[in-house]
Structure formats: structure tokens, C-alpha cells
């Protein structure tokens, strides 16, 4: 049973800067993806950031230029640097995560994490 859990959620003041961690366990095979999502009051859960087993990433265009993805595969844990905030960053934030096994591929969401950008 794969598990992802978070830490790094908080408030942050304007302009400030907060990091993520999710590290994944139970995993036999390597994630293939992993990556961050967000979800506002009242809004659609969006993708805020993915990187891949081989580097890849990939950033909503609300974000670039402000945060940073990266991930230790040794660790199966992935990181959000998240600089310059702003409030509308405001929301919760999930760790997400893809592995394949026999060619099927499977989705892990982690409990989420609140991040609170207000002065």
C-alpha cells in the first residue's frame, strides 16, 4: 500500500516562502510521476507542479518563475520550494504520485496540506 505523506504547510506572510515535502512508502517500484496539486475554497483542484522519473517537469503558468520542483529518488520523496507567495497561493495542497506495475499505471494522493498566504 503506497502512502504518501506531507509536511511544509503553514502561513506565510506575503511575499514569503514556504517548502513542501511528500515522501511516498510501501513503494516497490519507483513513482514514475510525482507532483503537487491545489485545490482553493470553491475552486477546481488544479496541478501546480510534476516532475518526472527522468527530470522532467512541468509548472502552471501561475507559478513559474516562483517555484521549484525537485525529488530524491533515493528518498521517493518529492519537494515544492514555493517563493515570492502570494495569496491567491492560498489553498490546500496534495502530493500526487503515479506508478506502474504490469504495465497498468496507478494514482496516490496524500491528505493534503494547508497553505495559508496572508499578512
Known amino acids: 500500500q503506497v502512502q504518501l505523506v506531507e509536511s511544509g504547510g503553514g502561513l506565510v506572510q506575503p511575499g514569503g516562502s514556504l517548502r513542501l515535502s511528500c515522501a511516498a512508502s510501501?513503494?516497490?517500484?519507483?513513482?514514475?510521476?510525482m507532483g503537487w496539486y491545489r485545490q482553493a475554497p470553491g475552486k477546481q483542484r488544479e496541478l501546480v507542479a510534476s516532475?518526472?522519473?527522468?527530470?522532467?517537469?512541468n509548472y502552471a503558468d501561475s507559478v513559474k518563475g516562483r517555484f521549484t520542483i525537485s525529488r530524491d529518488e533515493a528518498k521517493n520523496t518529492v519537494y515544492l520550494q514555493m517563493n515570492s507567495l502570494k495569496p491567491e497561493d492560498t489553498a490546500v495542497y496534495y502530493c500526487?504520485?503515479?506508478?506502474?506495475?504490469?504495465?497498468?499505471?496507478?494514482?496516490?494522493w496524500g491528505q493534503g496540506t494547508q497553505v495559508t498566504v496572508s499578512s
Open positions: 516532475i518526472t522519473s527522468g527530470g522532467s517537469t
Open positions: 510501501g513503494v516497490i517500484f519507483s513513482p514514475n510521476t
Open positions: 500526487h504520485c503515479t506508478v506502474v506495475v504490469a504495465g497498468r499505471e496507478y494514482d496516490y
